[in-house]
């Protein structure tokens, strides 16, 4: 079955520190990965995401995330965070299954900064 | 630069009542879906179209019905709201690689 797990339901950093928020998925073929950011009462953007091809993705706002097939994860790094990172994040993986193209996203992981 | 625009932004209806969720987008995208956010449960899939005129159960289809008359539109509609119900509403359009997401509709139903 399809799925996809953020483990963390809280994450608390200060600004300046580094970021890593966990995903891990399961998925019957090759996937397409994403990570999407929401701000409090607004829709969903997206950071960045992953086809193929080089495993470091680089996204918008200074942020990556790294594919290790072997562990079925696809965590979002950010060196140093700033208070306006603090959101909702969410991690979605799907494919072309039937050429429909839908994602499964995580519960999400909710980032608080402090000053 | 539109992009994907719901209507309304909120909403509240009383149990029993009927409405309908319009999403409009302007990318000229294939594929349109509707979810629905909740705490703690994420997003999850409730109807989606592959294109004009086609629509496909998701996860969460109960109580919802969709139509895609035009490219452009995909609306939901809930034919007897239920408390149940109450919940966001996101409908996002793809060109097949990644969505475009909407702001958003906030439904209660009371």
């Known amino acids: 079955a399809q799925s996809v797990t953020q483990p963390d339901i809280h994450i608390t950093v200060s600004e300046g520190a580094s970021l890593e928020l966990r995903c891990n998925y399961s998925?019957?073929?090759?996937?397409?990965l994403f990570w999407y950011v929401q701000s409090p009462g607004q829709g969903l953007q997206l950071l960045l995401k992953?086809?193929?091809?080089?495993?470091l993705v680089q996204g918008i706002k200074g942020f990556e995330a790294e594919f290790k097939r072997s562990q079925s994860s696809f965590n979002l790094r950010k060196p140093s965070v700033h208070w306006s990172d603090a959101a909702e994040y969410f991690c979605?993986?799907?494919?072309?299954?039937?050429?429909?193209?839908?994602?499964?996203f995580g519960t999400g992981t909710r980032l608080k900064v402090l000053a | 630069n539109a992009g994907v625009t719901q209507t309304p932004k909120f909403r509240v209806l009383k149990t029993g009542q009927s409405m309908t969720l319009l999403c409009a987008q302007d990318?000229?995208?294939?594929?349109m879906y509707w979810y629905r956010q909740d705490p703690g449960m994420g997003l999850r899939l409730i109807h989606y179209?592959?294109?004009?005129?086609?629509?496909a159960k998701g996860e969460v289809p109960d109580g919802y019905n969709v139509s895609r008359l035009k490219k452009q539109n995909f609306l939901l509609g809930l034919e007897s709201a239920a408390p149940s119900q109450t919940s966001v509403y996101f409908c996002?359009?793809?060109?097949?690689?990644?969505?475009?997401f909407g702001s958003g509709t906030r439904l209660t139903v009371v």
């Open positions: 996002a359009s793809s060109p097949g690689t990644g969505y475009t």
């Open positions: 998925y019957g073929a090759t996937p397409y």
């Open positions: 992953y086809f193929s091809g080089d495993t």
């Open positions: 979605a993986v799907g494919g072309t299954t039937s050429g429909t193209y839908k994602y499964i």
């Open positions: 990318m000229n995208h294939e594929y």
């Open positions: 179209s592959v294109g004009e005129g086609t629509t």
